[in-house]
């Protein structure tokens, strides 16, 4: 059993960043997730691991700061809420264009705009349908909890470097603050100068003997070329479509209807599957764990094998259900159930929307 401690989840994905065997992180502090820069700073890293810690001038600074690490071969992460990774956004665009690996968290904030410091989940499009210019796909990761929170740095590191392609861990500001035990994994080294140089051969790690130059880009002036580079691009996507999904099934294999949910809904959700089965519905959640590249076959599978209808609940007004929607391909009901501006729905509440929207008609 590794180490045990209890944490706020913003706490805990930062100690993973620290035993992920990370080289950098770059930031800025923003509301509901502050606590990742001041743990590191605070662990000060840089004293065990040699791992460099920097508050950046912006979110704009510490993206491309993601980009030049990352370009190196390096081991780089930068987390925010939700207006900052609006900012992030143009850079994310370069980074995915040029291939590079790294990871983007996002702990999720109310909005439109500056909104509010609440929870919410109003950044799933911005997520994984590309929030930036291009055709481009982040690989996305939704933690449930603390627990996940740490776990998931190190898978979100493999998948980015696996297909060089950045990947983000979407939490949001419940799962970001709230305390709950965690089991940690042993730390890794970080790499040396020497196993990234062996590792990459991709990487700008310093000019070849023979002169040649590696040059990351994401800029190309060619429109055949730059048409050749955006089909590699769909053909790398399909191939994480194909296999990295993931998912997790609750009390699914009797299941007439199904809540589909993910984060802090999911945990809501689960309690009131309770509450549905005690009233004798059967129901089940549907956990999609990867966002992007989304459980779509899963779903499918399930109208197959004769659900009756799907209830996307979500801390938003409505985006992951055309996700659903696209699964389900009219053959059944699929309806949304959400709450806004940082409110989190109820167990009550999910019942309540499952019996009136999918049941109740």
Not at 257 to 262: P, Q, T
Request: some cysteine.
């Amino acid at each position: 059993m590794g180490e045990i401690k209890l944490m706020k989840g913003n706490e805990a994905l930062a100690e993973a960043i620290i035993r992920a065997g990370t080289d950098g992180y770059f930031g800025y502090p923003i509301t509901p997730q502050s606590e990742v820069l001041e743990y590191l700073m605070a662990s000060k890293p840089w004293e065990t691991t040699g791992m460099v810690v920097l508050q950046a001038e912006s979110e704009v600074a510490s993206i491309n700061m993601l980009y030049g690490g990352g370009g190196s071969g390096k081991k780089v992460v930068t987390s925010s809420s939700s207006p900052g990774i609006s900012l992030m956004q143009e850079g994310l665009s370069y980074i995915a264009g040029a291939e590079i690996p790294i990871l983007i968290v996002n702990v999720v904030r109310g909005g439109p705009g500056l909104g509010d410091i609440q929870p919410a989940q109003s950044d799933y499009f911005q997520s994984t349908k590309g929030g930036g210019h291009g055709d481009y796909r982040l690989i996305v990761l939704a933690p449930s909890s603390v627990q996940e929170m740490a776990d998931f740095v190190p898978v979100a590191y493999d998948l980015a470097f696996k297909y060089r392609n950045p990947a983000m861990i979407l939490s949001d500001g419940a799962i970001g603050q709230m305390m709950e035990k965690v089991e940690f994994f042993e730390p890794v080294p970080r790499l040396s100068d020497k196993e990234v140089k062996a590792r990459y051969s991709w990487a700008t790690n310093g000019k070849l003997k023979n002169g040649e130059r590696r040059i990351l880009t994401s800029l190309d002036l060619d429109p055949q070329k730059l048409e050749d580079h955006n089909h590699h691009l769909q053909e790398k996507y399909r191939e994480i479509e194909e296999k990295e999904v993931r998912y997790e099934e609750l009390q699914c294999d009797d299941a007439e209807y199904v809540l589909v949910a993910y984060g802090t809904s999911a945990r809501v959700s689960l309690k009131a599957v309770k509450l549905l089965r005690d009233k004798g519905i059967k129901v089940g959640l549907l956990r999609p764990i990867t966002l992007w590249p989304f459980p779509t076959k899963t779903i499918q599978n399930m109208v197959e094998q004769g659900v009756k209808g799907f209830l996307s609940v979500e801390m938003s007004a409505g985006q992951m259900v055309e996700d659903v929607r696209l699964a389900v391909n009219g053959k059944v009901k699929v309806e949304h159930f959400g709450r806004l501006g940082g409110v989190i729905h109820s167990p009550e509440e999910v019942v309540e929307a499952l019996e009136q929207k999918i049941i109740g008609e």
